[in-house]
């Protein structure tokens, strides 16, 4: 390898990092859509501050919103189920739909990776 392309492989390795690093330490911020205090609404409440609390302690943002207090915003939405995660940042937007007790698959639609496997990288 010559010394032009170490020199791109470095920059591109440091570009790397601090991406990672920027995405270790990014506010996310979610919206929780459920349908009153049914069963189903607050295991989903409690799933998704339990996931925030141990993977993304105090960089999130987390809004519970009832859709029968607040349909307006369910249209605005456009929220066809409940519950509905929405991740609004870091960008992309993503929806996750169910009961929230899937935590790998919300992990995974949050872009968050566990933080077991994070610590393995270092």
Known sequence: ???????AL?????AVKAA????ETAVYVLR?????????SLHAIA?????????????Y??????????????RGEQIIAAPT???????????????MSNTERILVGLDIKPKDIQKDRR
């Not at 390898?1 to 020199?7: I, L, R, T």
């Not at 470095?10 to 440091?14: P, V």
């Open 32 to 40: 929780l859509y459920v349908a009153g205090t049914t069963p189903r």
């Open 10 to 14: 470095a920059k591109a390795e440091t």
């Open 85 to 99: 995660l929405i991740k609004k940042l870091p960008e992309p937007l993503r929806r996750i739909i169910g009961d």
């Open 47 to 59: 799933n998704v501050k339990a996931i925030c609390e141990e993977h993304l302690q105090g960089r």
């Open 61 to 74: 943002e987390l809004e519970v919103i009832d859709l029968y207090q607040q349909p307006v915003l369910a």
């Open 20 to 23: 990672q690093k920027e995405k």
């Open 1 to 7: 390898m010559d010394e032009p392309q170490k020199k």
